[in-house]
């Protein structure tokens, strides 16, 4: 997996040796005025595809922790040049499908796979962590399941 070394270090290293997939880490962008990270730019993407043809997928966490995103669907673009999937932590996201002012969301911008976390970002939302996947319905992780939250599909712009 090429992966943006600043990713959620619990969630996704984790996720990533309890896969037993080997990680390739991509160095993010910096914003300048904030000296913030971003995720990657699309030519460290398509620079790391090109050197790991092998990988399976690209992940990357978007927006960042404060808010800050950059444009997905280049990065989208690239991953599906090399015929990868491109996933995304949309965690501090999970509102962007909710009004056209607000930034296009990961799966609007062309990703395959998003998780994101409502609590961090709708009032009154149930503990209710979301995966969507292109080809499927949205699925609450299982514990989630477990405590009978109640899953409404986000419509997609
Ligand atoms: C960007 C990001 N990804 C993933 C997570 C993990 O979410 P969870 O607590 O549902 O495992 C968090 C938690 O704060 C996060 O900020």
Known sequence: MLVQRNVY??????????AGAKAVFLEPQVDESSGL???PSTETVAAALTAYPEAKGVLVTMPNYYG???DLAPLAEACHRHDVPLLVDEAHGAHYEQHPRLPRSALASGADVVVNRRTRCW???????????????????PPAARHGAKLEPIPTR
């Open 9 to 18: 270090a619990k969630s996704v290293l984790n996720g990533l040796m309890l």
């Open 68 to 70: 800050m995103g950059t």
């Open 123 to 141: 009032p009154r939302s149930p503990w209710e962590p979301c995966c969507t996947s292109r080809s499927g319905e949205p699925r609450t992780a």
């Open 37 to 39: 990270a971003t995720a």
